[in-house]
């Protein structure tokens, strides 16, 4: 019988990849490059972006020969990484393989752009009038920022329970 964790790691990377790579298509499907809807007035839009750098455009102006390679070294680096410490999770550390699964998840769906197309699409664009802007995201973005809090807060529970995260690699 297959461990339940890993029937985690799957459904949850399943709809991690699904419900980003269903958003950006749908996001290229109906925007131009640049183009803008907003959904929340001066809140929220969705904005058609193509981010050919890390989180937040970093590294974006680097040259291909030396970018391309940085990314899709450093994300299948990081997760086998990942998946090792995911191998070594304990069955009662429930927080710790959602959170796991949701960053794997999110790093595939953003790899899956870079493998397709040369670049991640962003879409979510947080904005206060025209002062303040958070750089545009999508569903990928959101799910590994959302299970690295979950981690987080998973390794703060443990060490309050006296099983510290630190056991995993043991």
Do not use: C
């Amino acid at each position: 019988m297959v461990p339940r964790k890993y029937l985690i790691l799957l459904s949850t990377n399943g709809l991690v990849v699904a419900l980003d790579q269903i958003t950006k298509n749908a996001v290229v499907a109906r925007f131009r490059l640049g183009e803008s809807l907003p959904l929340l007035g001066n809140v929220l839009s969705v904005t058609r972006v193509h981010n050919a750098g890390a989180a937040f455009g970093l590294l974006a102006t680097l040259p291909p020969n030396l970018r391309d390679p940085f990314f899709f070294l450093v994300p299948g680096l990081t997760l086998a990484v990942i998946l090792f410490v995911f191998y070594r999770l304990r069955d009662n550390q429930s927080i710790s393989t959602y959170a796991l699964a949701m960053i794997v998840g999110g790093a595939l769906g953003n790899l899956a752009d870079r493998i397709r197309l040369g670049f991640v699409i962003d879409f979510l664009d947080f904005h206060w009038n025209s002062g303040w802007h958070f750089p545009a995201f999508n569903v990928a973005d959101s799910a590994i920022t959302l299970g690295v809090a979950l981690l987080l807060a998973a390794m703060l529970q443990e060490k309050d329970t006296d099983a510290p995260a630190a056991k995993v690699f043991a």
